[in-house]
């Protein structure tokens, strides 16, 4: 018969139709006849052949984080499909849009411990917003159409999407037309006017109003309707990890980062604050310490995609479900008169000098950055170079991994635009880094990607620098900050522990030398003098390059809330110069 296709063929088809450009996996047995069939539409999608299926998922999020497009992952049955979940758990608790394609055994052994059999729809249950185990060739290109549009509608999450090997290899005629039938699935794009209007008039009547911009204003691409409500009414805006880029560091209205390590002033402006209106961020409690003492003066008023969210971690007064841009356009059309708006505006500007007073008498970011010069290396004074020669250069992404380098990323450099920090901020992945930075890299060719690691998640996956080479991404650049230790660990043995440092220094390899192997360029920094040199030495090479920071080995992140206290209770530390 003419027109009939494999599943596997069906399976090409319906991701081309889903504008899938590239996708990263390893085959495998029970995978195998969508890899045989994939050779016939190479022109249409790109593969990219992954050292580890973590890597892969990880890749697929870095491409989905800096686009916001879906991002594919592909992995056999049993251990391949298992070693998809970590990166699936990483993009359920970060929102971000994926699709993992699995193979599974043949429907006729399924359930009999088949090899490489495993309950992979099962296992992934609570870490994905759907799952489906197609056994019917009939049911494959519905099940992809459904996926991408769970995957990339209302809150975005992962998808899985197991298919047996016996469905792959059938043949049929396929039918395209496909109408999605999915009842009980209605996200709500538009918050409620009521509600809207009520949160503006906490807004209007606020004296110390505070604006929390997560990554739902990012996913939204409400970025310039933030700016605008923040602008007219004068509020503050604190920006959580995620939501870092959100609205620039360098706005006069940005105080920044709130939470376990965010800045004293910030923690404070939370704890004194009357009004709090969070738009997109779900109150972790990395941002919240002890929910129960968040906030205590505030009403809170808290716009969400997903309803679930909302009132799960703190009390809200006003709740908005809805798109984060639809509910700021309509917040901003509910905006008061313009005599409200020019008192509402004098006492927030008064309430920003307040906070303004409190971050010059606590730590910031001058403080660890404005240091003597000496010849050991802290890290501080990789991420002064790097902010100064991004900043100078513009187009860049900075993908980093687990630890206090991500924490000093995030507080140290100058956060300027969305989808320029990407980061594992819910499952906190060591081993995020690299593999994102090389989706980041293809999503993102014309720009300069720099993966910040810590020399223990960086040993996690670097195997996939051998894919950054076998692709010929160029425009990779990895900085690992090399304390020797597991330093995040080691910094709360530390602290709380008395420094017994049980399981947590670290030895590695020369990983100039392990750089080169991979076909790489290796650098070795020890002193302050050569941090520039370095980083204009990546710049310019053309190809992927390593730098090997060899800074002091503890050094702590300051401040920091200690595990389950309130974040009005800090330990600020003193910067370490
Ligand atoms: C997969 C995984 N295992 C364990 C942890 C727990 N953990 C959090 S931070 C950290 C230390 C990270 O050390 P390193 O990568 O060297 O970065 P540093 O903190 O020194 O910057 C560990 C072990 C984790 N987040 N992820």
Redesign the pocket.
Known sequence: MPNQRTGAQILCEALIRENVEVMFGIPGGAIMPFYYAMWEYRDQLRHVLCRHEQGAGHAAEGYARSTGKVGVCIGTSGPGATNLV?PIADAMMDSTPLVALTGQVSSLVLGKDAFQETDITGITMPITKHNYLVKRIEDIAYAVKEAFHIAATGRPGPVLVDITKDALQAKMVPNWEIKLNLPGYKPNYNGNRKQIREAMRLLTEAKKPLIMSGNGVTMAGAIGELHELAERTGVPVVTTLHGIGSFPENHPQNIGMPGMHGWVHVNRAIQECDVLLNIGGRFDDRVTGKASTFAPHAKVIHVDIDPSEIGKNVKVAVPIVGDARNVLRALIEELPSREALAELHGRASDWLEHIREMQDKHQHKQQYLNRPDTTNLM?HDVYAALTRFLNARGQYRVVT????????AAQLMDWLKPRTHIT?GG?????FAVPAAMGVAIANPTDTVWAI????????TNQEMQTIMQEGLKNVKVAV???G???????WQELFEGKRYSG?P?SGPNFRLLAEAYGWKGITVERVTDVEGAIETANATDGPVLIDFRVEREVNVWPMVPQGKSIGEMITGTPQA
């Open positions: 970590t890290p991994d687990v630890g206090q380098h991500q924490m000093w594992s499952a906190g992945t060591m081993g690691c810590g020399d223990g998640g960086f040993q996690m900050i090399n304390n230790y597991l330093g995040m660990v080691r910094q947590t670290l």
